[in-house]
């Protein structure tokens, strides 16, 4: 087994990048759970799927409005999202519905355990992690999403060409996301640190944290990252 192809987790207690939070379920959300989640949902098996190119993973989409604005806006290609939180995954496959998607499929599970046991090596065109919980408390920054070992998972996905792109509203997670990303091997900066507004990988619709983060004062910092 390569290093690219390690597992992240061993024997030991995995540290998780979240917390799983109840929520108010709609009653909407919850028709959508119970009819539209059988047609567009992809159970969680550890088992590799079979990916059509070019597909685009999205991890961690919160409520889903931007991720079904991005999967109508570009309908060549598949959009796999995950998420956990039972709330944002009803939202979303409402959205697929009104919307009437058909590139966009759902897994609500643990994105490190998708990525190790479901996504093959080599197959995606894209991979999407915009605004994770930045976990601000330097105590708490154990827990960030984009750690080297998931990093080198991440990268092991893409296909050769493929692009990694992370946005955030912290600095220092900003900071920290472009020290890991650089220090992947398989990586390469697609600009000279972080990208730009006319970056056309980074056009993207604005998300709720992004609008939150804006109204705060806070920055945003965009980065992708190429495969070798």
């Not at 550890?46 to 685009?56: E, G, N």
């Not at 991979?127 to 408390?137: G, L, R, S, T």
């Not at 990268?155 to 996301?177: I, K, S, V």
């Not at 006319?198 to 944290?209: I, W």
């Amino acid at each position: 087994m390569s290093i690219n192809d390690a597992p992240i987790s061993n024997h030991h207690r995995r540290i998780r990048s979240y917390v799983t939070r109840a929520g108010r379920i709609s009653a909407a959300q919850q028709r959508a759970l119970d009819e539209i989640m059988p047609r567009h949902g992809i159970p969680y098996a550890p088992s590799s799927l079979a990916i059509t190119p070019p597909t685009v993973l999205e991890i961690g989409f919160g409520m889903g409005e931007p991720t079904a604005e991005i999967a109508a806006q570009r309908p060549d290609v598949q959009f796999i999202g995950i998420e956990v939180h039972t709330p944002g995954v009803g939202a979303l496959l409402k959205l697929i519905e009104e919307r009437n998607l058909k590139n966009l499929r759902v897994i609500q599970h643990d994105a490190v355990e998708v990525i190790e046991n479901m996504i093959p090596l080599a197959s995606l065109a894209g991979i999407h992690v915009y605004f994770p919980d930045p976990w601000h408390k330097a105590r708490h920054n154990k827990r960030r999403l984009i750690q080297p070992e998931f990093v080198r998972q991440l990268a092991a996905r893409l296909a050769p060409g493929g692009y990694l792109h992370c946005a955030t509203d912290w600095e220092d997670y900003a900071l920290q996301m472009l020290e890991v990303l650089t220090n992947e091997p398989l990586l390469v900066n697609h600009c000279d640190q972080y990208s730009t507004p006319d970056n056309p990988l980074t056009s993207r619709p604005q998300t709720k944290f992004e609008r939150r983060g804006l109204r705060l004062g806070h920055g945003v910092w965009d980065l992708v990252f190429l495969r070798r």
